[in-house]
């Protein structure tokens, strides 16, 4: 008699156990999956410039545009892709406050083009694509680099440079 109590407490002590696993879990996977989003997609983007000589007159620059996936899943962007934009400062700007999307134009690239099927983003990869344009030596140029997350949002990071 003994024993068949001992065994019907193992097993309600068993299945409190079995019960109270499934409901950490449980709990564990609501606050992964739900409450720090890692299953949607978290995008960032950094990009960076470096100069080298070219000519007495002119000098090449390099423009790193860096996209990493740092969310759960990949990620494909939007429609419009990686655009990277260039834009010049006058030189004869004076002090003040400058309204850099209005500067002039020097040259805008998409760089997801290069692959013309998609363009997926894994995450944890960082990507770095470059792009070399030959630039006037003494002239200073905003670089801004937009990647498109699709339904209207987009990440975006903004640097200044001078080709010396």
Not at 72 to 82: A, E, R, S, V
Not at 126 to 143: C, H, M, N, R, W
């Amino acid at each position: 008699m003994e024993l068949q109590k001992a065994r019907d407490w193992l097993d309600l002590v068993l299945k409190s156990l079995l019960l109270l696993a499934v409901l950490v879990f449980a709990a564990w996977s609501v606050y992964r999956f739900w409450a720090t989003r890692t299953a949607a997609p978290k995008m960032q983007i950094a990009v960076s410039t470096e100069y080298r000589p070219f000519s007495d007159e002119a000098r090449l620059l390099l423009i790193h545009a860096r996209p990493k996936n740092i969310g759960g899943t990949n990620f494909q962007p939007g429609k419009d892709g990686l655009v990277v934009v260039i834009r010049t400062i006058a030189p004869n700007a004076g002090p003040g406050v400058l309204d850099l999307e209005k500067m002039r134009e020097f040259h805008k690239a998409n760089l997801a083009d290069r692959f013309p099927d998609d363009y997926p983003l894994v995450p944890g990869v960082e990507y770095d694509e470059l792009l070399a344009l030959v630039v006037p030596k003494g002239v200073t140029y905003i670089v801004k680099a937009t990647l498109d997350l699709g339904d209207d949002a987009e990440v975006s990071h903004t640097v200044v440079a001078r080709a010396e």
